[in-house]
């Protein structure tokens, strides 16, 4: 019987060494392709799309589109459905060779309250682009809605990007706290897994993924994302709304996290579709506006709050007649509570009145940061812009500091806000004429010699163009605007909101 030891054969086993090295590329290759194949298969499905998968926090009922058609088809126009939160305005179905398109995004200081987008700096920059550079045909489109907030733009930017833009003028930050959201997940994201995460939402792969991981319950609270009206639901809408506000600080960081996620992830869909931006860090009014609600330090006992009380009473007497005894008092019951925001800005006051204006400051910021009801963008909100603006390559106009530089006492206030956020007409020129500077700085455009003296006369023939009433509309709406923030909002939806079912008052 033959034998079929291998020693008696003769044969040697194949050395596998020499092939061993093959297995690992091999196994990445096999590994690519079925990515590939995978994403190539989410394309041709059209499943997984980066821009239907940007917010991890909200979802809306229902989103419906900010431009229609007009009748005649010759141009796109404000949507009637949505003219109660937007002004109207439109651009040419058709764009013209020579035009520049820019459309603006942001709440009610984009739209130009308390009037309207004929004295917004959207209609500035316009005439001023018009005047500086007339060969061109220069499209200044106001996308801006009352109580909007930076969640709620990013469908509209989708939306235009579908109308041949080549610039945004993105201006947020005022409305991020005016929405009940809840955000019971939250983590903070380490810079790293930001910048991962917005390279990783590129692909279609990871978006499927990422959504089955995190199901959309439809839901308000809980483990899903919110679901929000397709209107803006604000707190302050509601009869005695200003109540629903309480010191929560998880909350305001949830907020503060959701708005920069948005921000982000405007910026990621515009450096897809390869269109460049432009920031606006929106001005706030530090030395003439109190803030909305004060709320005292937990833990504060009856005794320490009497003494708090009988401080500050005292320190009243002496605002006017003796401010530097007031600010002493004062500080004496911030030892005892300074968590109350009016406190500090009666200090801002007092030490206005004393020329101490580094001081005044110094409170006026922390009578902001302390307001329950935060209707002014909070030193988050405008760090998260700046790191955005920054960390993205993108032009911002800090029109905070524009418009502050600007005010002898150094400190923003009445001189170019007409309340808590909104610019005056001249406010508006100069943050139009900004960003005009900034866009010739970026290459955008060249201006001609001697524009500013022309735009000035420009300006003059439009505002000339304005009537009466357009002025009056807009001092009535600076009146409902002050009984709305106080929770006495005029006109529907006038009800209990489901919140203040759960605050016993």
Known sequence: MASTNIESTGEQPRPLGRYRWWFRPAAVVLGLSTFALA???????????????????VGFSEIRPLFVSSDDGQQYEIAESRRAYFALDSFAARKSEDAFRIFCLGGSTVQGRPYSRQTSFTTWLQLALQTAEPGRTWEVINCGGVSYASYRLLPILKECLEYEPDLFVICTGHNEFLEDRTYPTLKQAS???????????RLRTYNVLREAAQPVDGTTEGEGRAELKSEVDALLDYEEGLKAYERDDVWKAGIVEHFEQNLRGMIATLRRADIPAILVLPPSNLSDSPPFKSQHRSGLSESDRADWDQLVAQAKEYVRSDPDRAIELMLAAAQIDDQYALLHFQLGKCYEATERFGSARKHHELARELDVCPLRAVAAIEKATRAVAADKGVPLVDAHELLESRCPSGILGERFLVDHVHPSIEGHQLIAETLLEDMVQQGWLESTSGWNEQTAEVYMRHLESLDDIYFARGQQRLNNL???????????????????RTMGN
């Open 39 to 57: 994403e190539l298969v989410l394309v041709i499905a059209g499943v997984g799309r980066p821009e239907e998968y940007e917010d991890p926090f």
């Open 191 to 201: 810079p790293f897994w930001k910048g991962a995460h917005e390279q990783l939402a």
């Open 482 to 500: 002050r009984a709305w923030s106080k929770g006495r909002a005029d006109g529907p939806p006038i009800s209990e909101h489901p919140k203040m």
